[in-house]
């Protein structure tokens, strides 16, 4: 797991395979927390999600590599106020 000192708001986390997973709002414990806009779409749309600090492999220059690919790494996202 990398440190969770290194990961800045605005960064872009990236999956395994390189795919946008989202945007950095802030490290809240041992989760990062994704900005609003990266929200997604229908029902998810408008909430904050987030992400396990476990998921990370590296933070590289302005971007946290998750060892999940994307698309995995979305069903492992929760969101604000339980399952919507």
């Given at each position: 797991m990398a440190n969770a000192g290194d990961i800045r708001e605005h960064m872009e986390v990236i999956g395994a395979d390189g795919v946008h997973v989202g945007t950095v709002d802030?490290?809240?414990?041992?989760?990062i927390?994704?900005?609003?806009?990266?929200?997604g779409q229908g029902s998810h749309e408008g909430h904050h999600h987030y992400i396990s600090l476990g998921l990370v492999?590296?933070?590289e220059g302005?971007?946290?590599?998750?060892?999940?690919?994307?698309?995995?790494?979305?069903?492992?996202?929760?969101e604000e106020g339980g399952a919507g």
């Open positions: 802030h490290v809240d414990g041992d989760r927390k994704l900005t609003k806009a990266d929200s492999a590296e933070v302005d971007k946290v590599r998750l060892s999940a690919t994307g698309a995995n790494a979305v069903t492992f996202e929760e």
